[in-house]
């Protein structure tokens, strides 16, 4: 294991140029085994609204159980790439999409791919933090499962248990979970929707810049949180707050106006840019 | 530029305001001098036998009885052809066919729908389920005549209640691998419900309220039995308070009166239930 480790990190700074990544990210590195295979492979992915084309053909590949940051200045297809990946655009009235999306090797934009069935492998986690306001935290949490499960209680409670606590919000609502979800915090209503993303136990766990409705405290928790979650989840975060992104990811991906610009290890995006317009972007010149 | 004087502004905002007090008191005013008149007559006839007596040719034994009784079922009837019928047809414009050319034209139909007539609707209910189904001069053809007359309200209130649900919850719902019937059951109804109650009530009081489409679907004036099944013949508080009035004896005129008041207290108490049920499903609804 700590030659695993150790090859990593050099490999790391090899590609990095950087003088010694997060202790924290190399001890997970090192646990699993196939940390660098693909989830996805994302194709010449365009997407429309109507007539407007917001995404022009983007060419990327997605760490599995890796933090994989989009970052760009508002409007430029962040929320619109990401939401390819579990295929929700579709779901505005006259969006489309062109090009080739692969999970685990396995066209999601294929003919017998159902989307409801993607979706329960690929969660969500939106902007706003959108709890269910007619149910109870538990129900909330259990939300996904009873679509297609029939729950006992003893198994209900102990999903409901272990979802809360992978968000880390068991101890601060274990002994109110019957009531309404809405009544929670900002903060601990996102890490809600959090833990109702988990308890159906997907593979990938989008983030639609989770913390922007958030202040700087529980923002600190969900980032706490996403460290605890990659080792189990392929997480890809759409972030307006560089910081963040340099903070959570492995991987940043620069996009402007629908266009992928640079596409990095995030320690190389945030230090030594390739291009122009990142640095432009990352040192504040414009966004 | 010539600058407005304070005090003359001052001046038209105080006309303004008098002017909206005397919009609201006037109607106001105008209910209360007829509630009162109403009430005066009616006290004289009011009374628990009046409520649980026949009609009869003497003005004084004469009771709403099967009248109140056939509102009462009129409105459930009613309730229950025109609800599940109504919120349907909201789903399905509001969930499934948002924005195709047929929804257009079903918009357009029921925008229009809610225009016409009652009485024009009595007539639609003498053609179609009087004569055509051949469901007689029945409880049935009043109360699908009613529900239809109430059709376009409840539609119209109910896709209102489902615009209200904000697109992220479905989105959230969506997000967790529901399909789109999941999403309309666990999450989109609950948050309407409310809304969809309270409009589909007051629809409903006012189907109970009506006159002419009965008239003209044939409900009778004078019944001496309760009705015994949807085929049954039936009188509705409305028919019977309009066939006392139209007697020549003023005597009538006082039945009359005491009719108006069950009529409006069986509609208030469908308004309070509106109110009472809303409230307690917006307490669970943060």
């Known amino acids: 294991m700590v030659t695993a480790g150790t090859s990593i990190e050099t490999e790391r700074r090899r590609m990095t140029g950087s003088p010694c990544p997060a202790p924290g990210r190399l001890r997970e590195s090192s646990v699993n085994s196939d940390v660098a295979a693909t989830k996805f492979r994302v194709r010449r992915l365009a997407a429309w609204f109507g007539s407007q084309k917001v995404l022009h053909g983007l060419d990327l590949e997605i760490s599995n159980r890796r933090v994989t940051a989009i970052i760009g200045p508002s409007g430029c297809g962040k929320s619109t790439f990401i939401r390819c990946l579990n295929r929700m655009h579709e779901l505005v009235p006259s969006a489309r999409v062109g090009g080739e999306v692969r999970l685990d090797q396995e066209d999601i934009y294929g003919p017998d791919v159902d989307p409801v069935l993607l979706r329960r492998r690929v969660g969500m986690v939106f902007q706003k933090p959108n709890p269910f306001p007619s149910m109870s935290i538990r129900d909330n949490v259990l939300a996904g499962l009873r679509l297609t499960h029939q729950l006992d209680r003893a198994s209900a409670d102990e999903t409901n248990e272990r979802a809360l606590r992978s968000a880390a919000l068991w101890d601060e609502v274990k002994d109110r979970l019957d009531e309404p979800g809405g009544g929670l915090s900002g903060g601990q209503q996102q890490r809600l929707c959090i833990a109702r993303a988990l308890a159906v136990e997907p593979d990938v766990l989008l983030m639609d810049e989770p913390c922007s409705a958030l202040d700087p405290i529980a923002t600190a928790r969900i980032e706490d949180l996403i460290h605890s979650l990659r080792e189990r989840y392929t997480i890809v975060i759409v972030t307006h707050n560089m910081q963040q992104a340099a903070r959570v990811s492995d991987r940043t991906a620069f996009l402007l106006t629908g266009e992928l610009v640079e596409y990095a290890p995030t320690d190389r995006i945030f230090t030594a840019p390739a291009d122009k317009r990142t640095e432009d972007y990352i040192t504040g010149k414009f966004g | ?286």
């Open chain 2, 1 to 286: 530029m010539k600058q407005i004087g304070r005090r003359r502004g001052v001046v038209i905002e105080r006309l303004f305001v008098a002017l909206c007090l005397g919009a609201v008191i006037v109607p106001l005013g105008l209910v209360l001098v007829l509630l009162g008149n109403v009430l005066s007559d009616a006290a004289q006839r009011l009374d628990w036998a009046f409520l649980t007596s026949f009609p009869s040719r003497k003005a004084a034994l004469a009771g709403v009885y099967p009248a109140f009784v056939g509102t009462l079922y009129l409105g459930f009837i009613t309730a229950g052809l025109a609800l599940p019928l109504g919120v349907g047809a909201a789903i399905y414009l509001e969930e499934y066919e948002r924005r195709g050319r047929l929804a257009n034209l079903i918009e357009l139909n029921i925008a229009n729908l809610a225009g016409v007539p009652s009485v024009i609707y009595g007539l639609l209910g003498l053609g179609l389920f009087v004569r055509v189904a051949g469901m007689g001069r029945s409880l049935l053809s009043g109360a699908a005549t009613l529900a239809l007359l109430v059709l376009p309200i409840v539609i119209m209130a109910s896709r209102e209640a489902l615009r209200t649900v904000p697109l992220s919850l479905r989105e959230g719902s969506y997000a967790l691998g529901a399909t789109r019937w999941q999403t309309i059951r666990q999450v989109v109804l609950p948050m309407a419900l409310p809304g969809i109650l309270t409009g589909s009530i007051l629809a409903v009081s006012r189907a109970v309220g009506e006159t002419a489409p009965l008239i003209i679907v044939g409900a009778l004036t004078y019944v001496t039995l309760l009705p015994d099944g949807l085929g049954s013949p039936f009188t509705a508080l409305p028919i019977q308070i309009f066939n006392w009035v139209s007697r020549p004896q003023a005597e009538f005129l006082l039945n009359a009166a005491a009719g108006i008041v069950v009529l409006l207290g069986t509609m208030l108490a469908l308004n309070t239930t509106a109110i009472l049920l809303r409230n307690r499903y917006q307490k669970r609804t943060y």
